[in-house]
């Protein structure tokens, strides 16, 4: 009998760290809670400190000024770096569609043969700076909840997308390009934009 049960018990904890082990996040998506915070990423038969050190040498070639990007770091362990991107979304306007830009801060945490990929923070541009407001950006709140204060300016009440955040699913893509550009740097050591 106690045999029975143990065997049952054995193939419940597989089936639980199989789903667990399966359910981390592989792509950035927005859901009602927002913007996906991680995702992780496999870099098969690569150690921890191999890809710290790829992933600094990937800052140092991919943005303009890498000495101002990395923000912070604990060698082998983690990095975070700031980025503002000019092309991340677009917004309507008349006639198209314009590009509005956001600031992100990124966490990269390592080991080996995988790392996670995080949003720490992300903001978009203040239309209203300097004029109406003390920042050039503020915080960008996708959630269909919205702010502490109990206004919403991303969503309207039935959950959807207010006119100037309709193309809002572009932030998404960009964050799993960015990803993808770090992994198969990790793992190859070229970036993609200088395939010539």
């Keep these: ?33 927002g913007l996906s915070k991680f995702v992780v990423s496999e870099i098969p038969g690569t150690l921890k400190d191999e890809a710290y050190r790829k992933s600094v040498e990937w800052v140092n070639r991919i943005f303009n000024t890498p000495e101002k990007v990395i923000k912070g770091s604990i060698e082998n362990e983690y990095l975070r770096i700031e980025g503002i991107s000019k092309t991340a979304w677009r917004a309507p306007a008349i006639g198209g569609t314009v590009f509005l830009p956001i600031k992100y801060e990124i966490e990269i945490s390592f080991k080996d043969n995988r790392y996670k990929f995080e949003i720490i ?48 699913s572009d932030l998404p893509q960009y964050f799993n390009n960015l990803n993808t550009n770090l992994q198969d740097y990790i793992l190859n050591g070229v970036p993609k934009n200088e395939d010539w």
């Design 121 to 168: 923070s992300l903001q978009e541009e203040e239309p209203l700076y300097p004029q109406f407001a003390s920042s050039p950006f503020s915080v960008l709140n996708l959630s269909k909840k919205g702010n502490n204060d109990g206004y919403n300016r991303v969503r309207k009440l039935n959950g959807e997308f207010r006119s100037r955040y309709k193309y809002v």
């Design 1 to 33: 009998m106690n045999d029975r049960i143990i065997s049952k018990l054995y193939i419940v904890v597989i089936f639980i760290t199989t789903i667990s082990v399966y359910s981390q996040n592989k792509e950035f998506t927005i859901n009602d809670e």
